[in-house]
């Protein structure tokens, strides 16, 4: 795909609307435009000296928006990437402004930020007197390994430094057992950025003993009975939100086609099938929880499907706000060495694997979860999640918006229900209202549980705000004749025209 861009006067027509829409989303992106300069001004120019030097930054903020608008969104739209301080459901930046957070830090906030400063802050106190003594272990990691078994319902565990690393190792322990070379993911699934788990575009090496099938589809069941070459499939539970897509995000919102809907009795039974196959092939199921662990269920996915897997990964929010991958699994398949073979082994390192830091946040966090009313809270979670989304989709009708939220309890994304280009300017406005979101925009909102139903209320309000300031602004025009297809048409003409 070639590279070409938008200049500012096709910027604001590129799907040829009447001049005074275009001269209305004009007017819109600059009072944008100028509210973002004055409001955001410490924090852009700091953010703008890091972007030099910082190459995680410099990507993050070249694919917030489709690459045809991107340099002229970020030169005018750019509201920073540094933060001063949380505190309840809110982060505050550097020039003092403060935001409901709808980023949930990529899944690991889910107590809340207080929550885990406080993990952080007695775990210190705990484990203060070793210090970062690596190779030997604190004896808080028993309580740790113990609660884990207990949650997991798996024999052993393993600690690392990420939730990537915990995927490479289940995947890599499974080729060992099983002696098998392929490993299945399935469309669109998101496995930590290592190359085996993540085929095709954003992994410039081929990743050949991948297998990629669709999700939630028998003729995938079919292929791993006819097989003999595969040692594991890979389940990533979040994908029932969106099976076969990759996580939405917002650089590949061209049109309205994101689709998204969670139908937890569907997803329970395909994997139950998968389950079934798999112990019939001997292959090892893992179910890869590093998102959705203690999110849906204190027995994570397992439990909330009803569906036991062989290998589990968790991650995330389990570090109680340290950096974690954790793998548990099966005795037979979590064992690095053969008994009668001693040179045949599987190796596993991690400088900082098992950082007594870490397990000391860990043992906070595992030791809130036991708490009476947190098990309370779980067994009303979806209720009042599916409630909240529930609302706001009805506001958002009422507002004449054209928007729906779907939700996997407190992962929300956000579809768009009339053909538009323009879909991706709505993380904007909702920065305007005070909403930060994370690099991938709409595409995927994650919820802390500590917000408060006036905590939500608010957010509500701010979110039909910014969608009717949008609207009023003309970025959903629309004279009828377009459909999501008649854009990708548009968009496959622009890149051929390159070409010649
Ligand atoms: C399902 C899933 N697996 C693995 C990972 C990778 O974890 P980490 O970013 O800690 O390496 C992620 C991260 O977002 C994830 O969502």
Same mark, same amino acid.
């Given at each position: 795909?070639?590279?070409?861009?938008?200049?500012?006067?096709?910027?604001?027509?590129?799907?040829?609307?009447?001049?005074?829409?275009?001269?209305?989303?004009?007017?819109?992106?600059?009072?944008?435009?100028?509210?973002?300069?004055?409001?955001?001004?410490?924090?852009?120019?700091?953010?703008?000296?890091?972007?030099?030097t910082?190459?995680?930054?410099?990507?993050?903020?070249?694919?917030?928006?489709?690459?045809?608008?991107?340099?002229?969104?970020?030169?005018?739209?750019?509201?920073?990437?540094?933060?001063?301080?949380?505190?309840?459901?809110?982060?505050?930046?550097?020039?003092?402004?403060?935001?409901f957070?709808?980023?949930?830090?990529?899944?690991?906030?889910?107590?809340?930020?207080?929550?885990?400063?406080?993990?952080i802050?007695?775990?210190?106190?705990?484990?203060?007197?070793?210090?970062?003594?690596?190779g030997?272990?604190?004896?808080?990691?028993?309580?740790?390994?113990?609660?884990?078994?207990?949650?997991?319902?798996?024999?052993?565990?393993?600690?690392?430094?990420?939730?990537?690393?915990?995927?490479?190792?289940?995947?890599?322990?499974?080729?060992?057992?099983?002696?098998?070379?392929?490993?299945?993911?399935?469309?669109?699934?998101?496995?930590?950025?290592?190359?085996?788990?993540?085929?095709?575009?954003?992994?410039?090496?081929?990743?050949r003993?991948?297998?990629?099938?669709?999700?939630?589809?028998?003729?995938?069941?079919r292929? @791993?009975?006819?097989?003999?070459?595969?040692?594991c499939?890979?389940?990533?539970?979040?994908?029932?939100?969106?099976p076969?897509?990759?996580?939405?995000?917002?650089?590949? @919102?061209?049109?309205?086609?994101?689709?998204?809907?969670?139908?937890?009795?569907?997803?329970?039974?395909?994997?139950?099938?998968?389950?079934?196959?798999?112990?019939?092939?001997?292959?090892?199921?893992?179910f890869d929880?590093?998102?959705?662990?203690?999110?849906?269920?204190?027995?994570?996915?397992?439990?909330?499907?009803?569906?036991?897997?062989?290998?589990?990964?968790?991650?995330?929010?389990?570090g109680?706000?340290?950096?974690?991958?954790?793998?548990?699994?099966?005795?037979?398949?979590?064992?690095?060495?053969?008994?009668?073979?001693?040179?045949?082994?599987?190796?596993?390192?991690g400088?900082?694997?098992?950082?007594?830091?870490?397990?000391?946040?860990?043992?906070?966090?595992?030791?809130?979860?036991q708490?009476?009313?947190?098990?309370?809270?779980?067994?009303?979670?979806?209720?009042?999640?599916?409630a909240?989304?529930?609302?706001?989709?009805?506001?958002?009708r009422?507002?004449?918006?054209?928007?729906?939220?779907?939700?996997?309890?407190?992962?929300?994304?956000?579809?768009?229900?009339?053909?538009?280009?323009?879909?991706?300017?709505?993380?904007?406005?909702?920065?305007?209202?005070?909403?930060?979101?994370?690099?991938?925009?709409?595409?995927?909102?994650?919820?802390?549980?500590?917000?408060t139903?006036?905590?939500?209320?608010?957010?509500?309000?701010?979110?039909?705000?910014?969608?009717?300031?949008?609207?009023?602004?003309g970025?959903?025009?629309?004279?009828?004749?377009?459909?999501?297809?008649?854009?990708?048409?548009?968009?496959?003409?622009?890149?051929?025209?390159?070409?010649?």
């Open positions: 795909m070639p590279f070409y861009e938008y200049d500012e006067e096709r910027f604001f027509r590129s799907d040829d609307p009447p001049a005074d829409i275009a001269w209305r989303r004009r007017a819109g992106f600059v009072r944008l435009a100028e509210l973002f300069r004055k409001r955001f001004a410490q924090t852009r120019r700091l953010t703008a000296e890091l972007e030099v910082l190459s995680d930054l410099q990507f993050t903020t070249a694919y917030r928006v489709p690459f045809q608008y991107s340099r002229f969104v970020r030169r005018h739209l750019d509201a920073g990437a540094l933060v001063a301080s949380s505190e309840g459901v809110s982060l505050t930046d550097l020039d003092g402004n403060r935001f957070d709808l980023t949930g830090s990529y899944g690991v906030n889910l107590f809340g930020y207080d929550f885990y400063k406080g993990c802050e007695r775990g210190s106190d705990r484990v203060r007197a070793l210090g970062p003594v690596l030997a272990y604190h004896p808080v990691i028993i309580s740790n390994v113990n609660r884990l078994r207990e949650i997991s319902a798996l024999d052993e565990v393993s600690f690392h430094m990420s939730g990537t690393e915990a995927v490479m190792q289940a995947v890599r322990l499974a080729r060992y057992h099983t002696r098998r070379l392929h490993l299945v993911r399935f469309s669109g699934a998101y496995h930590g950025w290592w190359g085996d788990v993540q085929p095709g575009v954003g992994n410039p090496v081929p990743a003993e991948t297998y990629t099938l669709r999700d939630m589809d028998r003729a995938s069941l292929i @791993l009975r006819g097989r003999r070459d595969i040692a499939v890979l389940v990533n539970p979040g994908q029932s939100l969106h076969n897509a990759s996580a939405p995000s917002d650089s590949t @919102l061209v049109d309205s086609a994101r689709r998204a809907h969670f139908d937890r009795e569907a997803y329970a039974a395909w994997l139950k099938e998968l389950r079934a196959v798999c112990t019939e092939r001997d292959i090892v199921l893992v929880e590093v998102l959705v662990g203690f999110r849906l269920a204190l027995g994570g996915a397992q439990e909330y499907f009803g569906v036991r897997a062989d290998m589990v990964v968790y991650g995330k929010t389990l109680g706000g340290l950096p974690i991958g954790a793998l548990c699994g099966r005795r037979d398949l979590m064992k690095r060495f053969r008994d009668d073979r001693p040179t045949d082994f599987c190796f596993a390192r400088t900082f694997n098992s950082h007594p830091y870490v397990m000391a946040a860990m043992h906070e966090f595992l030791s809130h979860l708490m009476p009313e947190v098990h309370e809270s779980y067994a009303n979670l979806d209720q009042v999640w599916n909240r989304a529930c609302r706001l989709n009805e506001l958002l009422e507002a004449d918006v054209p928007l729906e939220i779907a939700n996997l309890s407190s992962i929300w994304t956000v579809c768009y229900t009339r053909p538009s280009r323009y879909n991706w300017m709505l993380q904007y406005y909702l920065r305007a209202q005070g909403l930060a979101l994370s690099w991938i925009g709409t595409g995927r909102l994650i919820f802390s549980l500590n917000y139903d006036a905590d939500f209320d608010a957010v509500t309000n701010r979110f039909v705000a910014a969608a009717c300031a949008m609207r009023d602004d970025w959903w025009w629309t004279d009828g004749s377009v459909t999501n297809k008649s854009i990708r048409r548009r968009i496959a003409r622009e890149v051929l025209a390159r070409f010649l």
